[in-house]
């Protein structure tokens, strides 16, 4: 039960304080800026993997779950209470945002500024990367274990930072889902609720391949 509180309590975090700062950013006339927002993203996202991965693995993202159940290294039964929790965390902080900017209309939802084949591309190939830096720090020896929150919350940060003003750059369902049911802006969802799982698992045989051990010289 403790990795379903830390789940929806990260999910919650990470949708409160991202989303949030998109809304502040639109109240106060650009104060916040893209730029603060792509480090919102990103900070929070660090700081929850220091201060929950020990306790559920600090997923955070439906589709980092059935990514790591794709590569075997998580239980399927624990699919459905992971993701429960996870798009209860999410949509309880955007309820949060909507009673205190009741008049914000998007609530921060990810919505493509183009083509929709264009966001749902760049959602797949951010997803994919992310997922990738995920398998390769996430596991393995102390120092990775360190360094693991300031990797994956810096590329967070770097996708945001460039792909945000295109595709939302979420990859993430949950973070989408959340203020596209709470505004009532469901329109695109499904690109931000399958482009993510898609480009997460398709890094998982990447993954795989390069931290496979290559036999050495004359061993068969």
């Known amino acids: 039960m ?3 509180v830390a789940e929806g309590l ?4 990470l949708v409160f304080c991202g989303t949030g700062a998109i809304i502040i950013d639109q109240q106060s006339d650009g104060a916040v800026s893209h730029t603060g ?3 919102t993203f990103g900070l929070i996202v660090m700081s929850l993997i220091y201060a929950l991965g020990d306790i559920s693995g600090a997923h955070f993202n439906p589709a980092v779950t059935i990514a790591f159940t794709v590569a075997k290294r998580f ?3 624990q699919v459905p209470p ?3 929790s996870q798009l209860s965390g999410a949509i309880l902080a955007s309820g949060t945002l909507k009673l205190l900017f009741p008049y914000n209309e998007l609530l921060g939802a990810t919505q493509p500024s183009g083509a929709v084949v264009q966001s749902f591309i760049l959602e797949f190939i951010l997803t994919f990367l992310l997922m990738f830096v ?7 020896n102390k120092e990775k274990g360190i360094t693991a929150g300031l990797a994956i919350g810096s590329v967070v940060l770097l996708e945001a930072m460039f792909a945000g003003p295109i595709c939302g750059a979420s990859m993430n369902p949950a973070r989408s889902l959340a203020p596209a049911i709470v505004s009532g802006h469901t329109e695109h969802l499904w690109l931000y609720l ?5 480009g997460a698992a398709a890094a998982i045989p990447v993954s795989k391949y390069l931290l496979a051990e290559t036999p050495a010289p004359g061993v068969s």
């Open 2 to 4: 403790k990795k379903y």
């Open 10 to 13: 990260g999910t919650y975090a």
């Open 37 to 39: 927002i792509a480090f």
């Open 75 to 77: 239980r399927l039964r």
């Open 82 to 84: 992971y993701i429960i």
């Open 134 to 140: 995920i398998m390769q720090v996430a596991t393995g």
């Open 194 to 198: 399958l482009a993510p799982v898609l």
